[in-house]
């Protein structure tokens, strides 16, 4: 299997793998709370190694630095996600909302650097960048900006179709990654 195949599968895994997990395996009751979240952790994981691998392909600092706020978020909000699955009751619930936000927002302006990043080179068409960029960016905005009541009462109207939008990004980054000639 070719170098850009395995980054082009990890585009996909990374848009797809939480959403099966959440949907397929934690909503049909397959899997308790912290199982989902662990399996879901384990495909986001995916993100940063693929963005990674494109790194190697070119050179930009745009992309250097989505990839290290990338890193970061990620790992906030993995912990955030692993306190909120233990059901530990008490305030470790608020504990984990209290970061959960934080760390994902900062995931998404890495992705929308990343996607500026893209902009500057030929890896993708400018369409492509132009959506990662929006669309991880439009994600940021609305977690970043918005204050713990907001995203607890509406949250869950906007952030699934936001999510949804970024996860397709993710596929169709992963189709051209593995079609892209060398």
Avoid: C, Q
């Avoid at 384990?42 to 963005?51: D, M, Q």
């Avoid at 470790?92 to 760390?103: P, V, Y």
């Amino acid at each position: 299997m070719t170098d850009k195949m395995v980054n082009g599968i990890l585009f996909i895994i990374a848009g797809l793998g939480s959403m099966v997990a959440y949907i397929a395996l934690g909503e049909t009751g397959l899997l308790d709370a912290g199982h989902t979240e662990k399996f879901a952790a384990y495909a986001l994981l995916t993100l940063p190694i693929a963005f990674m691998m494109i790194k190697n392909v070119t050179r930009n600092t745009y992309i250097d630095a989505g990839l290290i706020m990338i890193v970061v978020g990620l790992s906030i909000g993995l912990v955030s996600d692993a306190i909120n699955s233990a059901e530990l009751g008490g305030d470790s619930d608020l504990i984990g909302e209290a970061i959960a936000w934080t760390g994902w927002s900062i995931m998404y302006l890495g992705i929308s650097i990343t996607g500026i990043g893209y902009l500057r080179t030929d890896l993708f068409p400018n369409w492509l960048s132009g959506l990662l960029t929006v669309a991880s960016f439009a994600m940021f905005a609305f977690l970043a900006f918005s204050t713990t009541e907001i995203l607890t009462n509406n949250g869950d109207n906007i952030v699934p179709p936001l999510w949804g939008i970024n996860s397709l990004v993710l596929v169709v980054l992963g189709i051209f990654t593995m079609r892209r000639k060398e």
